[in-house]
């Protein structure tokens, strides 16, 4: 009877350990091996995407967290682009529901004055990251902060940001 | 859409999950995953010399021989920081991704030890893996792709930057040479300036590529060769290009700082300047921006344009009256300035006031809730504008007033404009048509409903001396918070752009918040001619809401403006500004379905009057357009950090067309909106 129990106690253990391992680390997982990354061209207006070859983790938030780096980076050095200021990295990425929160550097805010940048820039960072499915919404945050705006800045960001604001 | 599909939803329950989670992360190392910390790591503080000084990375674990360096490791930080580099890693996902000062991407995946450098694949020595919430990189393959490379010497370890590319091509009879360094240029012309041979000498870069290389398919360049010097602490690379004869070289367009593009042809004239004796790419960027205010004074009266009137009442520059206690006046300073004068008057705190304008040229200013802590002044400061100033407390009771008065030697225009600790009353230039229409308001601060509604004219004398210094009529009412948007028919709120501590951008010794403010009342100065109402949110260089409040804050105040007031349209003047000189022209945003209408008409005009690219109307979340309730716009004229464009900037001509071109959509707007009732100029 004793031994009954630890065996069932071991396939029990086991379950929960294939379970943990389906439900935790496999079920986000992105079926292909490229992601469109887009960055808007230096006429303010025109998005280009760009493919991107993911590397092996294809967990969801691996993925997201991979496309907002990639578009803060932008494109390769020589194409003319609105960017980021360098400098600017992703700090975290969270999905919710269909809501992408990224929380940026404090680095974002060090090319203030520009409507037109802040525009390019985080048009790029919404339309790659709502490209990736079940995401339609970015809530941007600064150093783990909600602002408003940026600084000084036009671009409304205390609400979750959608393509449908452009 | 539809490029991926995630091949299981993630669960709808997480929470509950959430303990298992907990487990499972107990579990991770049991069930081999390759990410976590491996048992071979050793913490192991390493330091290193680099670039001047020594670099300790406190968090550092030997990995097999191999330097493993954490993501937060302050000293990382520091290397990266002198690269331009930058580092993103959050603990819940497992990419590393390094962005090089020449904007290369470098992925780093945890448990993987392959990485790739601008899509290139590359194999490091261990794979990066978790540990107490840290990344661990090898700082080999890390270094190498950022054009670093570990030398030792004599027991230490230097990191010494190095030119880690070099790039051939020929194309059009013009061979361009690229040299990618880890850290911005700066090199040093050996050879002589008429010299065929260019010799180069890069500063505190070394090199390990191919000393020597054959350079094929170009007549101009056969070869060229790259010696290493210096020391391995101070190293130095020259580079020497072997021409044929004939051959000239210039400087080409480089994507990055860190690069060095040289051009070489023997059959074709060079566009890019002559190599030169030396060079600095990282001294000073193109996109930096220097503030020289000497340099432009753009709301200084000029000789094209008379000076500008005042507005109808429309002025408000304190918050509206505290319940708390009475601010404290600490003193009342005469300032002549030339032909004006300013009286600078210094408050403790929030004061509403409220000025009055009499026929007889006495202008007196009432400070509510407010004690005079100064002695009261009765005497004429030197100045030609003002025959008397008078301080007083008019009334000490309950509702304590400070009454400043003024008897002016002429019809003149006064300001009262809000001061750093205070206000100031600014005494400025004759005004004799102004006079009589601006003497017949009245403000108060915090009550801006009584600016737009009709203003009920002050009677030719308004008392004589013996009851100028009697009790004031009671304060106004308390302000309405928000009125219906067209409450105020007539009201056109201008908004120009930044102000005070909010420079807005500055490029070309230009600064936006000062040209914004310069439209804004040309603007204004239009829209009272053809009979509007017109208020401001600052009139002076000042943030609306603070110095150096929130972004927050200083939008919403100035949406408050209009929003208080109910006022018809707002109008946000803005300047544009990027980091490329190139990008020019003038886009006039929207974004409610409301104020679409007004935003073709205003455009409609700029377009057709400016000499600026048309970049057309555009949707954009702006706040200041979004939290107000009735039609608004935000014009971004044109951008300073354009070369023509800023020269635009500069002339007051192209200012007042974009004055007028905004006045102009607005009467048009106003005369197609089916809203309007009341025209403009009825009730005026």
Known sequence: ?166 | MGILSWTNRWPARTGKLLGAFALGLVLLPALGFGWARPAAAQAAAKSFWFVGTNLIFAKAQNRGGETAVASDDPGLGRFLGKLGASLSYDPGQRYVIVTSGDRRTIVFTLGDARYTVAGVTQSAPFAPYQSGGSAYLSLTALAKALYVLPVEQGGATILQPQIGDLDVRTQNSVTTVTLRSALPVKFQRVSAAGDERLVVSLNAVGTSLEPQREVSGSAALHALSLQPGGSARNPTTTVAFEVSPGTAHALGASRSQNELVLAFSNKVALSGQPVPANGDYGSGGAAVAVRAPGDLSPSAPTNEYAPLPADVPGHEALPPPPLQAAAHVTSVDALPAGDALDVRVAVSGPVAYEWHRLSDNRWYVDLRNAVLDTPARDDQPRSTAVLSLRVKQISADADPVVRIALTLASPRHVDVEPAAGGFTVAVGENDDGEAQRVGAGRIASGAVIANALPIAPVTGSAGGPSDFWSKPTPAPPAPIARLAPGTNPRLIVIDPGHGGSDFGAEHNGLIEKDLTLDISKRLRTLLVARGWQVKMTRETDVDVFAPNDSAHDELQARCDVANQAGARMFVSVHINSFTSASLNGTTTYYYKGADLALGEAIHRHLAANLKTIDRGVRKENFYVIHHTDMPAVLVETAFLSNPSDAAYLRSPAFLQQVALSIADGIGEYASNSPQVNVSPSDGL
């Open chain 1, 1 to 166: 009877m004793k031994a009954l129990r630890a065996v069932l106690l071991l396939a029990l253990a086991a379950a929960i350990a294939y379970f943990l391992y389906r439900q935790i680390l496999q079920p986000k997982r992105v079926a292909a091996d490229t992601i469109t990354v887009y960055y808007c061209k230096a006429d303010g207006e025109t998005l280009v995407p760009w493919k991107v070859t993911l590397g092996p983790a294809r967990d969801r938030k691996s993925v997201a967290f991979y496309a907002t780096a990639q578009a803060l980076a932008g494109p390769v050095p020589g194409v003319e682009a609105i960017r980021f200021p360098q400098g600017t990295i992703a700090r975290s990425v969270t999905i919710a529901g269909d809501t992408a929160t990224v929380d940026l550097s404090k680095d974002v805010e060090s090319q203030p004055g520009g409507s037109f940048a802040e525009s390019g820039e985080f048009k790029a960072l919404v339309w790659t990251l709502t490209d990736l499915p079940g995401i339609s919404k970015v809530r941007v945050l600064i150093a783990g902060a909600a602002l408003p705006t940026l600084p000084g800045g036009h671009l409304e960001l205390d609400e979750p940001l959608a393509r449908s604001n452009w």
